[in-house]
């Protein structure tokens, strides 16, 4: 089975730098996306940034210019850059695996059990 699991979460001070890490394991055929989503309480999950396999990023509007998406397919590994960071980026974050475990072309995604990240001075 699929394993995904978060790691580089904790606390940081306004203005500073986290890098967060998704290592992906277990029976799977191909990676065809990843997503790093975040839940801060009493919100909502939101989608903070994706990859597809083809290497297309998309951000939310909050973190633009600030956060960077990317992987190393020798590792199975999604990264997630944080910089400048604000008090609002406080939330747990979870990683996102899009993969096809069947080898037909048919996606399941598979969640991390999040990280916690906190913004305070």
């Known amino acids: 089975q699929v394993q995904v699991v978060e790691s580089g979460g904790g606390l940081v001070q306004p203005g500073g730098s986290l890098r967060l890490s998704c290592a992906v394991s277990?029976?799977?055929?191909?990676?065809?996306?990843m997503a790093w989503y975040r839940q801060a309480p009493g919100k909502q999950r939101e989608l903070v940034a994706g990859?597809?396999?083809?290497?297309?990023?998309n951000y939310a509007d909050e973190v633009k210019g600030r956060f960077t998406i990317s992987g190393d397919n020798a590792k199975n590994t999604v990264y997630l850059q944080m910089n400048s960071l604000k008090f609002e980026d406080t939330a747990v974050y979870f990683c996102?695996?899009?993969?096809?475990?069947?080898?037909?072309?048919?996606?399941?995604?598979?969640w991390g059990q999040g990280t916690q990240v906190t913004v305070s001075s």
């Open positions: 996102k695996i899009d993969v096809d475990d069947t080898g037909r072309g048919v996606l399941t995604a598979y």
């Open positions: 277990g029976s799977i055929y191909s990676i065809y996306a």
């Open positions: 990859m597809t396999r083809r290497g297309s990023t």
